[in-house]
């Protein structure tokens, strides 16, 4: 087996330990500061806002940018808001419509969730009591959705019908009406189909790949029959009015035969705070459960160098996003999550070597023992990383938008959590080593209180 360190080598890492972790304190220092004068620039996940993937025929000869002022055009139209946030990302280029045309795809992003004034809003509520018999409405802030609770029960499938021809009626073609019976036999059949793949698969059969596709058009056919003779109080309607709206601006502007929008997505700013305070927690119950298994599995010696590390590889992975203003998204929560997993595996493999040295070698200086562990696992090290790294970078020269910031942060984590694995945790394995060597010094030179008396 080829190694690009030769075996023997022995490279002085541990002889500028207090430099490193110098630099190294530094490093998260600064990521700390910008974090919090800086800051994070929050995606849609997290900040609130709406995400619509638009596909354009090439003879629209749209870009990034006449994209990009049209929606914000739009926006400040019907919010008078003229300095809204818009980005526009391409998305799958190469990408062909269902005749074979060739087009290019945006992924647009924007802070606003609804064109809804508080006027058109009464007017849709209006609208939606001349329907139905409502006992009440509800319409949450900063959303184009309303939660409709009416008098009595009503057939579900008449409800509906009656709400989507009194919107669409008045200018809202893309309004979607729901119920919470309807909710809960979507439900039911998403719990009964999982218990079946996992029967399945407890038989060790093999699921066809179009089984989910074909299950769910049976589902839709079966609730649309079941609806018909169930009823219910509680409705809740979307009216997608930023979609209906951006498509009206971008057939004008485009072609309508050249522009599809083909899904949007959007988060309020209350829901995109959970996210990422869930986001945050996930991060802390990683790093907690670490440290547990690290106390079970070493000494106390290791477990802080390890926990060091950890957070090291996080906030400057943070600090880099908040440097360079890239969007911080789920999805780049999980990459951290994945270099926090990373890194602790290429640590606990440092640390076993210097366990098994410091018995192989007692009464070696603690210096020695870390530098030669360091040295007979380098190779593996290296390659590790390299191997990772050299996986992930085509994803950052190919890809586009979020994959290309999740690969980005794939490889500025791994690259960090290789050098913490030997520049910042093992460095403290000394510290402590020499820290405890001390007391028990101190308490061997010391007599016991009694013997003196």
Known sequence: MHEIIKPGTKYPFMAMAKYWIGATGALVLLSIILLLTKGLNFGIDFRGGT???????????????????TVRALIAEKTGKSDAQVEVQPF???DKDEKGNPVVKFQIYTEVTTLLDDARGKAVEEQIKSALQVETIDRPAETDK????????????????????ALKTHGYPHVEVSSEEERTIDMEFYKEYNQKIVEL??????????????????HSVDKQRRLETRTDRQFTVSLAQLQTDAELKLFEKFGKENVEVQSVTSVSASVGSDLFSQGMLALIYAIVGILIYIGLRFDFRYSPGVILSLVHDAVFTLGFFSLFNLQFTLPIVSAVLTVIGFSVNDTVVVYDRIRETMLKLK????????DRSINETLSRT????LTAILSVLPLIFLGDGFIRDFALALVVGFTVGTYSSI??????????DEWLDHRKKRAQASPPAAANA
């Not at 290296?382 to 990383?385: E, G, I, V, Y």
Request: glycine letters at 6%; aromatic letters at 4%.
């Open 146 to 165: 309303f939660i409709i609770m009416l008098k009595s029960a009503e057939p579900i499938s008449v409800a509906k019908g009656k709400l989507n021809d």
């Open 92 to 94: 799958n280029v190469g």
């Open 363 to 370: 009464g070696t200086p603690i210096r020695e023992i870390v």
């Open 423 to 432: 520049f910042v945790a093992s460095p403290l394995v000394i510290v402590l």
């Open 382 to 385: 290296l390659l590790t990383s």
């Open 201 to 218: 698969q407890k038989d060790g059969k093999t699921v066809p790949d179009d089984d989910f596709d074909r299950s769910l058009a049976a």
């Open 51 to 69: 995400k619509m993937i638009v596909a354009f025929r090439e003879g629209a000869n749209a870009n990034a940018d006449s994209v990009k002022e």
